[in-house]
């Protein structure tokens, strides 16, 4: 072909111009090259360079914000205290220690405004506090004195400044001024500090903060200057200040830096401050950076310089030209080869790192698939993160939701070594959040730190991360629905370890792994849910005993292995006695307590066939099951009220406690649950009202008295409305004397058709119901009448003593219902005694003790009823100021043949005598009775021996007696 000539020419020229023209392209490419790595390296210096000087003035900003802290602090302490005493100022700032923990502070004091008015007082003040030389200098008259009056520590050195009035120099002036007038931190210029010498001085400066009169008004400045106090402040020497401001960083042997400061805006000679390095050759700086800062109210100029260690490395970092021509052609093939190289290398380690990634991801889908327990997922996850990815370390930490917003770690593997003890991570806006991982929590977006040694978000973690290889990381956060439920970090031990697609990858993996955490826990919520609904249904959330329910379905099960053993069963009913008393006094909190080791107990004296449940509040239900003598179910329920002998301890406080209990037997009382759970319950009433502590088994008598009750409680509404009640009067005597000096208002009901109905029916019913309210209005009121209807007939006065009900104390208004009594009748308040019984004393301790205070000022007299028998301390005595005590008649029945009653009446009288008090016996009988009686001192009786209580007629001829003798 005629133009294959002309085609081999030029394919020969194009291959003789190849070589030359690669050489060229080789040459310039070589040069480009090393012209683009000595700029890089000398901007990467400067960038390095920038940062440290970033870093010294964050520290410098850093420290002179702790030392305003302080100064604020020190402020605080007048604002909550005024005035501030020397030796409170010595020991708050005592308690600093300004020596250890922040240099160059020379100490914390306080500059009092002085106005010229009271110069003299304040300097006779000072001498007289034990400084006979102090005076106010320098000496001259001025507008106002601001001496220094605290100075702490006060040493030799601080001392040379006591009593120095700074608002005479005018630098010092000036930012007290500036403080004082825009009511904030101000420091100022540079001054010579009082406290120093010839030897070693050094510039230095103030910082003021003004101190106010409290809650005076200071939005204007003419507020602030009226009601300035004075100012806490505090000097500074640059020198002692600055040490340690520039810090070293990994692998620094030599100073880098050189540290000037200069007051104000401007690197003036004569206002230089501070110079790290006096002897350095600042002309020779490699790199030089000037800034302006302002710190509270005032500007240094602060210049950075770098030192030959510095330096040094920006030189061995540049390339060397190649001065050989002749080797121009192999470094130009050897570069060509290692960049081809290099791309196939790098293509293969892409390839690599994602077929390894999706194998991760593959690995860490199907232990999500298999997952049961949260954290063993997390610790799985790590583990394949690590020795599948072939990464250095991996961990799982949690965003908690507390007030620091700390990252708590959850689970790790691979190479830690205490990395997470030490890192104190927190996703919080701040210093220690604003690390990858906090970071990426905190935005809810993969955070990459590809470079760790030049990452400045990475410098309070660097030192640590160095120490263990880490080069790089990731952190990529768990979100759910829009919710961050902690991160996902990753370290490895190469920079740049992270590229776009093997990111994607990791996102994936995160999304995949906050989805799993979320179903583990759903599904983890549902089951526990189920659970506590299937125990709910089935037993009681406090004592975990069986419920009503469960108690039926155990009922059948038993009945139906009665009928197959031809035995029987036994269902007891018991009931907690005062159970009340205690919830009133000391919370259900020891209430429930209280329950719980209450079932305990009950528990060891039952057999294992047995079931108890709680049916409600403080009452359970025991049943028996395959009882073959009923003489069995009387030995456990006396074995359960023995077990209750001992008291319970509730942390400090000791219980005493019981049961009453009521038994109903299968088949005798009934066939099926329904009717054996409320015989039990009608025995349970019997059992209460025997005296409880006891034991009663159902009678058919007690189902009629059951009824008897029903029908008398029901006819209670209408017996106070028809005013079907009266009163009788036991009249009280004097033990030495024989004279009636009180009456007690006994109440009875004149029913229309059972005639008189005896109190210890229908006062119960009356307690129960609610009655006993209106009841006991209406004797208050009738007793106080009919002792005002005595005076008025002439008849000596006596005092009227009047049972208040604890229900009163409760649910009435008793302080204004005596009131309204005593006003109504004109009885005086000294011939009414108001008779309480100890479970007053346990219920809201606090309003039951005012409203009492308030009775005792009215001038009622106080008596405790049945003393003994309740829970009443003597702190309460102590407190009430009671005038009498009442001995319960059970101690006083057998007190002449049992000992122990004996010597608990003996007791008491002791008490009322050492306290003051009155004492009065109910329910003497006997002459041998009231020897006893009148041997151990005690002050009064009443009871039969003396006198049934009568009508008011003749309690009134009674009285006309004056006296009574035994019957």
Known sequence: MPTQPTETGARLALIRILPWAILCLGLALTYVLQDATRHAARQSRQDEFNFRVDEIVGNINKRMHNYEQVLSGAAGLFAASQPVGRGEFRAYVSALKLAGKYPGIQGVGFALLVPPGDKGRHVEQIRQEGFPGYNIRPEGDRDIYTPIVFLEPFDWRNQRAFGYDMFAQPTRRAAMAQARDESSTIISGK?????????????????YVPVYRNHAPIETPEQRRANLVGWVYAPFRMNDLMKGILGQHFGEIKQSFDLEIHDGDAAVPDKLMYDSEKSADKAAAAFKVTKSISLFGHDWTVTVYSMPAFDAQVKSEKALIIALSGSAGSVLLALVVWLLVTARASALVVAEDMTRALHLLSDCNMTLVQAEDEHKLLAEICRLIVERGGYLMAWVGYAEQDEARTVRPIAEFGFEDGYLDT???????????????GTSIRNGRTEINQNVLINPRMAPWREAAIKRGYQSSISLPLVNEGK????????????????????????????DLAFGIVTLRTRTERAAAEARASFLAHYDPLTHLPNHLLLRDRFAQALAISEHEQSGLALLYLDMDNFQQVNDSLGHDVGD?????????????????????????????ILLSSIGDFSAVARIAGNILNAFAEPISIGEHVLNTSFSIGISLMPNDGLDFDTLLKK?????????????NTYRFFTRKMNEGALEQIRLQGQLHSAVKNQEFLLHYQPQIDIGSGRIVGAEALVRWQHPLDGLVSPARFIPLAEDSGHIIQIGEWVLNEACRQARAWQDLGLDPVVMAVNLSALQFKRGNVLEMTKAALLRSGLAPAHLELELTESILLQDVETTMQTLDSLKALGVRLSIDDFGTGYSSLSYLKRLAVDKLKIDQSFVRDLVTDAGDAAIVKAVIQLGQALQLSVIAEGVETEAQLAFLANAGCDEIQGYLFSRPVPAAEFAALLEKGSLAPA
């Open 191 to 207: 001054v010579k500090l009082l406290q120093e010498t010839e030897k070693d001085s050094q510039p230095g400066f103030l910082m």
């Open 423 to 437: 890192v104190d991570i927190t996703w919080a806006d701040s210093e220690r959040g604003q690390g990858p991982t």
């Open 484 to 511: 961050v439920l902690g991160a996902l970090a990753i370290y490895a031990r190469a920079p740049l370890a992270f590229n776009p697609e093997e990111v994607r990858l990791l996102e994936e993996l995160a999304g």
């Open 593 to 621: 307590q209280l329950l719980v080791k209450a079932v305990e107990r009950l528990q060891h004296c039952l057999r294992d066939t047995d079931t108890i449940s709680r049916q409600s509040g403080d009452e359970f239900t």
């Open 680 to 692: 039990a319950d009608t025995a349970v009433y019997h059992a209460k009202g025997a005296g409880r």
